[in-house]
T-cell receptor, first 114, second 108 residues
Framework: ETGVTQTPRHLVMGMTNKKSLKCEQH?????MYWYKQSAKKPLELMFV???????ENNSVPSRFSPECPNSSHLFLHLHTLQPEDSALYLC?????????????FGSGTRLTVV | AQRVTQPEKLLSVFKGAPVELKCNYS??????LFWYVQYSRQRLQLLLR??SRESIKGFTADLNKGETSFHLKKPFAQEEDSAMYYC??????????FGAGTRLFVKA
């Protein structure tokens, strides 16, 4: 599949669980992003990776831990989440790190914390 | 403060009518603005960039620095234009700020 692929599409987890979200891009882009989309709120930037190096951490709680092993893959490790963390988590990539050409988004992972 | 405001949560127009989705921004630097669209059951996708001065699917958007606006316009709305539209401001570095979105509903 071309573009940005996110797995799983849906995830339900308990507050004591540990899970990971995966994002993969086959576009040759150099930057990848995690965004959170909550109901009735604008998209919130969480993390930015440029050439596998984290360049932005937008005051995200430590229960969210990103990992970028290479320029094509991005993970978001989750542990001891809270119900208010339930949201749609979007991964995006851009051609170059500054994002001047806009983003390509994945379909998102719908996370429910119970 | 850096901010993007889309004042309308919902905009409903008849097919063939002109449509304008409003976007205002707050940013002291030189802005780079985008419109993204999300059709039903599809992923969020880039519609157009102000620096390209392009027209995509009949939509255009002009940056007005005096009014700090980047409104999205189309002279004749089509039913397939019904979607969620997000205005976004790239503030330099690695940050892009999104507005809350406007749902456009085009009635037959």
């Amino acid at each position: 599949e071309t573009g940005v692929t996110q797995t799983p599409r849906h995830l339900v987890m308990g507050m004591t669980n540990k899970k990971s979200l995966k994002c993969e891009q086959h576009l040759g882009h150099n930057a990848m992003y995690w965004y959170k989309q909550s109901a009735k709120k604008p998209l919130e930037l969480m993390f930015v990776y440029s050439l596998e190096e984290r360049v932005e951490n937008n005051s995200v709680p430590s229960r969210f831990s990103p990992e970028c092993p290479n320029s094509s893959h991005l993970f978001l490790h989750l542990h001891t989440l809270q119900p208010e963390d339930s949201a749609l988590y979007l991964c995006a990539s851009s051609q170059e790190p500054t994002g001047n050409y806009g983003y390509t988004f994945g379909s998102g992972t719908r996370l429910t914390v119970v | 403060a850096q901010r993007v405001t889309q004042p309308e949560k919902l905009l409903s127009v008849f097919k063939g009518a002109p449509v304008e989705l409003k976007c205002n921004y707050s940013y002291s630097g030189s802005p780079e603005l985008f419109w993204y669209v999300q059709y039903s059951r599809q992923r969020l996708q880039l519609l157009l960039r102000h620096i390209s001065r392009e027209s995509i699917k009949g939509f255009t958007a002009d940056l007005n620095k005096g009014e700090t606006s980047f409104h999205l316009k189309k002279p004749f709305a089509q039913e397939e234009d019904s979607a969620m539209y997000y205005c976004a401001l790239h503030t330099g570095g690695f940050k892009t700020i999104f507005g809350a979105g406007t749902r456009l509903f085009v009635k037959a």
